[in-house]
């Protein structure tokens, strides 16, 4: 299933994904035809409350993409107003999975890469209140020195556990889906050399969405874990535009470390509970910041690029997709 959370006629709701993306059926809007009502607008309300209703939403999956049941509910997904799947995070983590990033930013650097990358995967706490979906960024001045996007997946945590097995840790996953760790650059330069951060570089806003989509939906992609690894892995495409020019490619399946580890690795001594979000770490090539440290590595004298006030950015990921967003100033 594809899940999106939207307003339409000044109503907010979460509804399901028709089968070729052009429309949008309101769980609300169904509730209301059968005499159910359907109390989530949210996904972490729902997956905190779904198995009330899992067997309801599979019946409505069902009849509306089988037998084409309630296409006279659902309304034009370009006609509504899309928002973040999810409202406000449980907790948000954000990971360091792709080798190629990782590498390429510390040779940048002048840095070797660190051995330790290959031992542990690791992440971030950031913040579960600065959640946005498609739509503007608002910011402020300080976050418009060295602006830059970052072209991530994250996770949606369905159910509760603790010191998951990354051989177990898959049926944790509710869901996937884009994720823009908007980063100010000069802020989490500063903060970091003193070895706590990225702190203010990163808090001010997560973008999160179009839509949640379940693994179920995903599996045609599905393909081998790396060498020595673990996990559900998916060869998903994934690209990034800025002002409608393609800047960063990778696929999903580039990741070194897989959700499953990385679940393995957040549960260890801690609980994890439904409505938790988790980034996969900057898709090689995936940011400006390694964007242009490798054309400065090539030519001292290249031109930087960063982000400016009225830029577009959009995501792209097959079945994930397109998360578009402009910067505003605040």
């Avoid at 928002?83 to 080798?99: E, I, M, Q, T």
Wanted: glycine residues 10%; hydrophobic residues 40%; aromatic residues 12%.
């Amino acid at each position: 299933m594809k899940f999106a959370r939207f307003v339409w006629q000044g109503e907010e709701s979460l509804g399901l994904i028709g089968s070729t993306g052009q429309f949008v059926l309101s769980l609300s809007a169904v509730g209301r035809a059968v005499g159910r009502a359907f109390p989530f607008t949210d996904m972490e309300s729902y997956v905190q409350n779904r198995l009330s209703y899992e067997a309801w939403i599979e019946w409505v999956w069902r009849r509306y993409h089988e037998r084409g049941d309630f296409e006279e509910l659902q309304v034009p997904w370009v006609a509504v107003r899309a928002l973040s799947p999810v409202r406000r995070p449980v907790s948000l983590r954000d990971g360091y999975a792709f080798r190629q990033h990782v590498e390429t930013a510390r040779k940048n650097r002048g840095l070797d890469m660190i051995p330790e990358f290959d031992q542990f995967p690791v992440f971030y706490f950031s913040n579960a209140l600065a959640i946005t979906g498609p739509g503007p960024i608002y910011v402020e001045p300080r976050h418009l020195e060295k602006l830059d996007y970052e072209l991530e997946v994250a996770i949606l945590i369905g159910k509760s556990g603790r010191n998951l097995s990354a051989e177990k840790a898959d049926s944790y996953i509710f869901g996937y889906m884009l994720m823009n760790d908007w980063s100010a650059r000069s802020l989490q330069m500063e903060e970091m050399k003193l070895n706590l951060g990225p702190a203010k570089g990163k808090d001010f806003a997560t973008s999160l969405g179009p839509w949640l989509v379940t693994p179920d939906e995903l599996e045609p992609y599905r393909t081998s874990p790396p060498p020595g690894h673990i996990g559900a892995t998916y060869k998903i495409a994934l690209q990034a535009e800025l002002n409608n020019t393609p800047s960063s490619y990778g696929y999903l399946s580039d990741m070194s470390w897989t959700f499953a580890e990385i679940l393995e690795r957040v549960s260890y001594g801690v609980e994890i509970l439904p409505g938790e979000v988790i980034g996969s770490g900057t898709v090689g090539t995936g940011c400006l910041l390694e964007i242009n440290g490798t054309r400065r590595r090539e030519d001292p004298h290249a031109p930087e690029t960063w982000i400016k006030p009225g830029d577009e950015v959009l995501l792209i990921g097959q079945e994930l997709g397109s998360l578009h967003n402009t910067i505003v100033p605040a």
